[in-house]
């Protein structure tokens, strides 16, 4: 069987943390749009029976009407194309969202809190969807598979493997438990950066678009095609069952966010450093990310720097670098900063207190004061 699993659309998110311009956001949702157009156009092109998504389809605090029309727009133009939502914590099915509040076409399956089994001809599509924003048991992990000789999907939102505590409360979900089951595919949501390999057939495909500079690289969805042959064993005669699966990524987003690290060093007035960052070629489809490292000669005013930048598509500029302090200079000075660092150097007499310490919380406190 053949189907495109996406997850993490997040239609109608404000962009806001990635830059103060007030027409970033609009921009970035109408390429979010396109995006998800370019989706449904593949879709309908290559006559792909399902498509799979797997939560964040929106954002439920932010979500117009207008928008889910969009959406359910497109999804008329595939009418052959069966579409299973599995809804994550971001848009859960709550009694006012719009999962159950608007009219959804009529190829449009969207799962609940309650694990439902979808019995199709080459597939069994097994889902479970938020219904909070939370959620700490799915109780996937228990699901017996009742036709291990077809296909069969798991589709969902949620943590896999989490170390994290946070995680705990979206659907944290156990590798291990979930190999006992036996899914053939399991298509998650959740998770923005796409599965980087497939072992066990437990997949991310990573967010639609790119939200920002921790979601580096290309981003879009995956055409997966399965095949699952049953053999008989002639030690036993029992069955087994072999897959063979193809996953291709599809790029949607005509964006991408990159990181570029700049050591100025070397570097001996605000205005060469503006010029470098200004000799910085970037491509019209790449937002950028300065990041300055080294040890630095000058103050960073970072405010200053961002509004002498030339480039439109370097968003944000991060100050990483270090300067190398003469103390006893510094505590001669006959201001906040030099009685500081003059205290601080008492402190050294102490012999309870770590030398290395004691410099580390004098860089720390002297960035307070630039």
């Known amino acids: 069987m053949r189907f495109i699993h996406m997850a993490d659309v997040h239609f109608d998110s404000p962009f806001t943390v990635l830059t103060d311009k007030r027409d970033f956001g609009t921009k970035r949702r109408l390429e979010q749009r396109e995006a998800f157009r370019k989706a449904i156009e593949y879709i309908s092109k290559e006559n792909i029976p399902y498509l799979l998504i797997a939560g964040d389809l929106y954002n439920q605090d932010y979500i117009r009407q207008s928008t889910v029309e969009f959406i359910n727009n497109l999804f008329k133009t595939i009418p052959d194309t069966k579409i299973f939502i599995s809804p994550g914590n971001h848009d859960p099915f709550l009694k006012n969202s719009f999962y159950n509040t608007f009219n959804w076409n009529k190829n449009v399956t969207i799962f609940g809190d309650k694990i439902e089994r979808i019995e199709l001809e080459d597939v069994d599509i097994y889902g ?67 599965t980087d390999e497939n072992k066990y057939n437990f997949i991310y495909p990573g967010s639609m678009i790119s939200f920002g500079f921790d979601e580096l690289g290309e981003h879009g969805m995956l055409d997966v095609t399965l095949e699952k042959k049953i053999e008989k064993s002639n030690l036993n005669n029992l069955e087994n069952s072999k897959n063979k699966n193809k996953i291709n990524f599809i790029k949607l987003d005509n964006r991408i966010f990159e990181e570029k690290n700049i050591d100025i060093s070397s570097i001996n007035s605000q205005e060469e450093l503006i010029e470098e960052i200004n000799s910085i070629k970037v491509n019209e489809n790449i937002f950028l990310k300065i990041i300055l490292i080294g040890n630095r000669n000058i103050e960073i005013n970072k405010n200053k720097i961002f509004k002498l930048k030339e480039n439109k598509n370097i968003l944000k500029i991060e100050n990483k670098s270090e300067i190398k302090y003469d103390f006893n200079k510094l505590a001669m000075q006959n201001n906040l900063k030099g009685i500081f660092v003059k205290k601080m150097l008492e402190e050294l007499n102490n012999k309870e207190i770590d030398e290395n310490e004691v410099k580390k919380a004098i860089e720390i406190g002297l960035k307070s004061f630039e």
């Not at 036709?147 to 505590?165: E, Q, R």
Request: charged share 25%; net charge positive.
């Open 128 to 194: 479970y969807g938020f219904n909070d924003f939370y959620c700490s048991n799915s109780k996937v992990e228990e699901i017996k598979i009742k036709n291990k000789n077809k296909i069969n999907i798991l589709l969902m939102h949620g943590a896999l493997d989490s170390s994290k505590s946070i995680d705990a409360q979206y659907n944290p979900v156990s590798t291990n438990k979930l190999k006992e089951v036996g899914f053939d595919y399991v298509a998650l949501g959740h998770i923005h950066k796409k």
